[in-house]
Nanobody, 120 residues
């Protein structure tokens, strides 16, 4: 059974830093695109960042320059380094994985979500 275990969420002050981790199990995802999405109350789900099997990255304009996505294929894990978070970054963050293009947003697997709250 494929499982995505997320960790690192919580409360952080604006201007601080936070790192989310998502460790996948059940199969190897070295050839998959891995990504982080988020959803805030009253807002639509948003693709925050993604990284392809070849290391090509995508960032939403709202987080570019502040967040960094990376992956460790040996650990089957994807990370999201959140620097200088803002209150608008407050949301439930989900790890997601797809065998296809990150731009198609056809996610094959999802994590359970982890709450990130940024205080002023």
């Amino acid at each position: 059974q494929v499982q995505l275990a997320e960790s690192g969420g919580g409360l952080v002050q604006a201007g601080g830093s936070l790192r989310l981790s998502c460790a996948a199990s059940g199969r190897t995802f070295s050839t998959y695109t891995m990504a982080w999405l988020r959803q805030a109350p009253g807002k639509e789900r948003e693709l925050v960042a993604a990284i392809s099997s070849g290391g090509v990255t995508y960032y939403a304009d709202s987080v570019k320059g502040r967040f960094t996505i990376s992956r460790d294929n040996a650990k089957n894990t994807v990370y999201l380094q959140m620097n200088i978070p803002k209150p608008d970054d407050t949301a439930v963050y989900y790890c997601a994985i797809t065998r296809g293009s990150m731009y198609s947003e056809n996610w094959d697997y999802w994590g359970q979500g982890t709450q990130v709250t940024v205080s002023s």
